[in-house]
């Protein structure tokens, strides 16, 4: 069965320092990857998604980046952390042709 | 979709009662519908989706309503439960798979 894997749960870190959020999903070749931030009483903000190994789409510019170094792993990076960047980050999957993402555990991110 | 970014409408519901969640979506292409659920703390949860070419799904309990001449779309909860409580959405599609998720609706059942 396929399963997704998104950690650390959760994480606080000090303004100005780096970030990496790693998701890794199994059972399933080729999928879709996002991610995506939600601020407390918000809707989900779609950061980044990939089609493929190598392949990222930003959707919001900003200090994040995104990379997919193999095919079901997908990591979320920042050189420099900013107070805003505090929220919950969440990794999602689909396969092509499905719209039904499944999430991730989510991590809970606060900048101090 | 939902409107983006805005903070989220709420619902209040007596245990027992039926819900009744409403979404408007603005792009008369899209074929394809999903509701989310999501519990606080947690990763949204898919609860059921509709393709364009029906007017009525059901699951266990939930009942999605498509209405594409107004391109309204509903999500009824039969027996409402405290389980239930959670943030509720309705992601539209874009061409890469990717949805864009709006502020939800916020159920509270009350008991």
């Known amino acids: 069965s396929q399963t997704i894997h998104q950690w650390p749960a959760t994480l606080v870190q000090p303004v100005g320092s780096p970030l990496s959020l790693e998701c890794t999903v199994e059972?399933?070749?080729?999928?879709?990857l996002y991610w995506y931030r939600q601020a407390a009483g918000r809707g989900l903000q779609l950061l980044f998604y990939?089609?493929?190994?190598?392949?990222i789409s930003s959707e919001v510019p900003q200090n994040l980046s995104a990379s997919r170094p193999q095919d079901r792993q997908f990591i979320l990076s920042s050189k420099k952390l900013l107070l805003s960047d505090s929220g919950f980050y969440l990794c999602?999957?689909?396969?092509?042709?499905?719209?039904?993402?499944?999430f991730g555990s989510g991590t809970r991110l606060t900048v101090v | 979709g939902e409107s983006v970014g805005l903070h989220l409408p709420t619902l209040s519901v007596q245990e027992g009662d039926n819900s009744i969640i409403n979404c408007a979506y603005s792009?008369?292409?899209?074929?394809?519908f999903i509701w989310y659920k999501q519990e606080s703390g947690k990763g949204p949860q898919f609860i059921i989706d509709?393709?364009?070419?029906?007017d009525k799904r059901q699951g266990q309990r939930v009942t999605v309503l498509l209405n594409k001449t107004v391109k309204h779309l509903s999500l009824q909860i039969a027996a409402t439960q405290p389980g239930d409580s959670a943030v509720y959405f309705c992601?539209?599609?874009?061409?890469?798979?990717?949805?864009?998720f709006g502020s939800g609706t916020q159920l509270t059942v009350l008991p």
């Open positions: 792009n008369s292409a899209s074929d394809y």
């Open positions: 059972g399933t070749s080729n999928p879709n």
């Open positions: 509709i393709r364009s070419n029906m």
């Open positions: 999602a999957w689909t396969t092509g042709g499905n719209y039904g993402y499944t």
């Open positions: 992601p539209s599609s874009g061409s890469a798979r990717q949805l864009t």
């Open positions: 990939s089609v493929g190994i190598g392949q």
